[in-house]
């Protein structure tokens, strides 16, 4: 390859750009106004899901937590990019709280002192990781909420950083003694990153290391060290204590998906067809080989099974199978289209599009547990094929599922689900 | 706020180039999508300055650079989900028009500064004291960042035959 060839395949890619249809400048115009609004109140700590009715294009974005550089955005729709060529059929879904009656619970949506919760992960059928913010893009405690009790406690108040500003604290990841975060902050100009600790009985956070150059991705941790993911790819451990940084061997172009597992990134290419040809256990360095996803959309696969989705008759057809391309099946009513990360292993979360158009149950997103084949509806859905649901903002795809109890902007309270709460299958 | 008429006659205008441009530097119709439209409106929101003293094309251009470069932050809190419809633009093709979906494959995997910084040298044919303007880095940087990035390409390349890993 030489430069010639990188400038002529940036023009054809210009040249195959999908044209945006709709109007921009009224896209342009919504968008500000959304934001207007979202100064003057807090957004929504909760995911939106912007489904193109009958459609295949979809967005989640969760609505309050981005930088501020780019101010809130509250749920801002990208115009719709595509013409939706399938028609929603009926779900095959009852209500999460219906199908996982112990796992589905109230809690309130902030703290005493007015700051919101942004749920970070569970530990536990009983605990979930939280952490306390007072502005989206400052979260300012870790806490634990015990839902059994409904009360939670302050596991760690973060550090101020009066010379990384501005500072962004990013994602968490726990294992049974620790709970590790990372954060972003600017120094001389230059972006660094810093990972810190701290026991799971609490107390003061202690910084593992900082790191200068390119972005962090994935971070984890596992048997008292700390791991992570560049966004550029290459996989990097180092001891809590702190330490020689190792980078593990030949893991560029590699990313963390769920401790101990590494693949390849980006997980699935521009249009959708997925790139993981392998995975690797870091701690046992087995490899398992990817097959035979020619033909799906949007896949991705975890250690045990590949999800994604096709079109049949006309419909969404979600399909998941094995690595290897064994024990196939579709589940006809379910879209391939969802959340990127599988959960756990056995959770997929697909977006439900389309508004109901005989008045049956459909909720913005669908839970698939690819153990029992149970199908659960989560989130708040608007009625016109839209609606809101969040993922808690752990490192490794979370186990906490949330969504507004009413239908405020800044509800009291939020459901949740909590899929370390489902009963493992006997 | 209303919306200037010349403003709105700009985004006509111009709104499909932009895009395009937003695709090269994203690499995805999703985030094209919301770049251009975020940049659009910062626009807007300078239109009055930027129409009577500043090229406003440039403005716009520069400002999606630096918001791609800076955007993996809010991505991360965003958990924004790039999502392919269910018929997604199969019909058309890097290769038709002469490019190579290899590289371009291959550029997904770089930094968004290495990337930005190869769009803008490349698709845009700016100078690197340019390319450094618009990125508000040095031109040192620009140098290093286009070197890593096309080094990385080879590599990245080759590296996307997984069977290559194993040995």
Redesign the interface.
């Known amino acids: ?1 030489n ?1 010639e ?16 249809l709709g109007d ?2 009224a ?3 919504a ?2 106004t959304a ?2 609004r979202a100064r003057t109140r807090t957004a929504l700590a909760v ?1 939106a899901v912007v489904i193109v009715a009958g ?8 609505a309050g ?3 501020a ?2 101010g809130p ?1 509250a749920v801002t729709p ?2 719709p ?6 028609v929603a059929p009926a779900l095959p879904a009852r209500p999460a709280k219906d199908v996982w009656p112990g796992a589905v619970f109230k809690m309130p949506a902030g703290a005493g002192d007015g700051w919101r919760y942004r749920p970070i992960t569970a530990l536990d059928p009983r605990h979930l990781l939280v952490f306390a913010e007072r502005s ?1 893009d400052r979260f300012e405690r870790i806490e634990v909420y015990d839902i059994a009790l409904g009360t939670s406690t302050v596991l760690a108040t973060m550090p101020e950083r009066p010379d990384l500003v501005p500072y ?1 604290v ?2 968490a990841d726990a294992d049974a003694e620790h709970v590790i975060w990372y954060a ?1 902050g600017t120094r001389d100009g230059e972006r660094v990153t810093e990972f810190w600790v701290v026991g799971r009985e609490g107390g003061t956070p202690r910084l593992i290391t900082t790191l200068s150059g ?2 962090v ?1 994935q971070a984890a941790v596992a048997g008292g060290r700390l791991v992570w993911s ?4 290459g996989v990097f451990s180092m001891p809590l204590a702190g330490g020689v940084m190792e980078e593990f061997t ?1 893991s ?2 590699y990313r963390l998906l769920t401790w101990p597992w590494v693949t ?3 997980l ?5 067809r997925g ?1 993981q ?2 995975l690797v256990n870091l701690e046992t360095q087995a ?1 398992k080989i990817v097959r035979a996803t020619e033909g799906l ?2 896949v991705r696969c975890g250690p045990s099974f590949c999800f994604g ?1 096709t ?1 049949k008759d006309r419909k ?1 057809t979600a399909v998941v199978q094995r690595l290897d391309g064994s024990g196939r099946q579709e589940l006809p009513g379910l ?6 990360s599988l959960i756990a292993d056995r959770f997929v979360v697909v ?1 439900v599009a389309g508004a109901s158009g005989d008045g049956s149950y459909r909720p913005a997103a669908a839970v698939y547990d690819r153990v029992t084949g149970a199908v659960g509806g989560i989130g708040a859905s608007n009625g016109n094929g839209g609606g809101t649901f969040g ?1 808690g ?1 752990s490192s490794s795809s979370s186990l906490v599922l949330y969504w507004g109890a009413d239908a405020s902007e800044k509800p009291d309270e939020y459901w949740v689900l909590n899929l370390a709460a489902v009963p493992p299958v006997e | ?1 209303e ?1 200037a008429t010349d ?2 006659e700009f ?2 205008s111009r ?2 180039a932009l ?6 530097l994203t ?4 985030d ?3 770049l ?3 940049a ?2 910062r626009l ?2 300078a239109w009055p300055r930027v129409r009577n003293k500043e090229n406003p094309e440039g403005y716009v251009r520069t400002a999606m650079a630096r ?1 791609h470069v ?5 991505r ?15 019909d ?9 979906t290899g ?3 291959a ?6 500064r ?1 990337r930005a910084v ?2 803008l040298r ?2 845009e044919d700016l100078t690197d004291e340019e390319i450094a303007g618009v990125l508000g880095v040095s031109r040192g940087t620009v140098r290093s960042q286009a070197s890593r990035a ?1 080094g ?6 080759e ?1 996307l035959v ?1 069977e290559g ?2 040995s």
Do not use: C, H
């Not at chain 1, 395949?9 to 750009?17: H, P, Q």
């Not at chain 2, 800076?70 to 809010?74: A, F, G, K, Y």
């Not at chain 2, 058309?92 to 190579?100: A, F, K, N, V, Y």
């Open positions: 390859m430069t060839d990188l400038a002529r395949t940036l023009r054809a890619a210009a040249g195959v750009a999908p044209e945006p921009l400048a896209a342009v115009a968008r500000r934001r207007t995911a459609g295949g294009t979809a967005a989640i974005r969760n937590g981005n930088g550089a780019l955005a990208t115009a990019l595509l013409t939706p060529a399938v989206p962004y990013q994602g972003v390119e972005a991705e560049l966004a550029g790819g030949e560029s172009g390849q990134k980006p699935m290419d521009e249009r959708g790139r040809t392998v490899r959309q949007n989705g079109v969404p879209s391939g289209v969802g959340i990127d977006f993922q903002i | 706020m919306q403003f709105v985004v006509r709104g499909s895009y395009r441009y937003g695709f090269v690499g995805n119709a999703e094209a999508g919301d251009v439209q975020e659009l409106m807007g929101d918001l800076s955007w993996w932050r809010r991360r809190r965003e958990q924004l989900m790039a999502v392919v419809p269910e018929s997604g633009y199969a058309t093709d890097i290769e038709r028009l002469g490019g190579d590289v371009w494959t550029l997904g995997t770089l930094p968004r290495q190869l769009v490349y698709y096309l990385k390409l080879r590599i990245g390349y590296d997984p890993r194993s």
